[in-house]
């Protein structure tokens, strides 16, 4: 990283430009979303160790919370028109201009040893961050660089290696989980609850069909009318329970049908008379 560059809404810009440092490069940008400024500060030195890695991905955390829409191009390439150059340069130290919340990161537990145990162990700590919620370029090149510092000197990979394996980790951790707040916690369980729900109702009403399906066709019945209740969870691969549970409210349903059609099949409009007149149709006097 050559350059500590961030890109931000028009809007923002003219809204934190004087507490922000002089751009060592600037330029304009427009986008599907409106316009942007595309700030550069060129580092005095470039970013080696862990700790500066670490304390790049703090400073970037403060620009977030405080900059509405702020994009961190982690590895800019100066070139093309538009540029506005100062040439000014800065240390790491100065570009701290927000306070920074200084969270902790996960602990490395599992250091690689060789080469071939280094991807893993980095893809494995990378998910620990993804699921903190500090996942980010910095982050993860501290993380590797930190790895690959415990390895015995023959078995180190070179900056460039550690720079392909974080672009790599962070283009596949879209997929990872990351853990949820409290309140959006609560607001998933809500959901879920609500979704369970509306799930069980759903099988209970399925359920209740299945079994007014199979007592109507007679096959359950015992000899003196009950309903054989083991043998018609064996039919449906239900527990028994299940069957006593539904069957007195399948029972109430179908009782209720055979009182209500006797009313709805009656009807002295459409009755047939003694004289044999046709349905519907009221005798004539002639």
């Not at 934190?16 to 599907?32: D, G, I, N, T, V």
């Not at 970013?47 to 405080?66: E, G, H, L, V």
């Not at 007679?218 to 691969?237: C, E, H, M, V, W």
Request: net charge positive.
């Amino acid at each position: 990283m050559r350059y500590f560059s961030l890109a931000i809404p028009l809007t923002e810009w003219e809204r934190w430009e004087r507490a922000l440092l002089l751009p060592s490069f600037k330029k304009a940008l427009s986008s599907q979303s409106g316009l942007k400024i595309q700030v550069a500060y060129e580092l005095k030195y470039k970013p080696t160790k862990s700790n500066d890695w670490y304390f790049i991905a703090d400073i970037q955390r403060s620009y977030q919370a405080i900059i509405d829409g702020v994009a961190f191009h982690d590895n800019l390439i100066i070139e093309g028109d538009g540029w506005v150059s100062t040439g000014t340069t800065y240390t790491l130290q100065e570009l701290k201009v927000f306070p920074t919340d200084e969270r902790a990161y996960p602990v490395i537990i599992r250091w690689a040893t060789t080469k071939k145990t280094f991807r893993g162990k980095a893809f494995l700590y990378a998910k620990r961050l993804k699921y903190e919620g500090l996942l980010s370029y910095a982050a993860m090149m501290g993380a590797v660089t930190a790895i690959n510092s415990k390895m015995v000197k023959v078995e180190q990979h070179k900056i460039r290696t550690l720079e392909r394996l974080t672009n790599e980790i962070l283009s596949k951790s879209d997929e990872w989980v990351v853990k949820l707040s409290k309140e959006a916690l609560t607001t998933l369980k809500s959901d879920l609850g609500v979704q369970r729900g509306k799930q069980l109702q759903e099988e209970k009403q399925d359920r209740i069909n299945q079994i007014k399906e199979a007592v109507n066709n007679g096959d359950f019945t015992k000899p003196n009318g009950q309903i054989n209740k083991s043998k018609l969870a064996d039919y449906l691969r239900v527990h028994r329970n299940t069957i006593s549970s539904l069957l007195p409210l399948v029972m109430a349903m179908m009782i209720l049908i055979l009182w209500i059609r006797p009313a709805y099949d009656f009807n002295p409009l459409f009755s047939i008379s003694s004289g044999g007149a046709r349905e519907g149709v009221p005798f004539s006097n002639c």
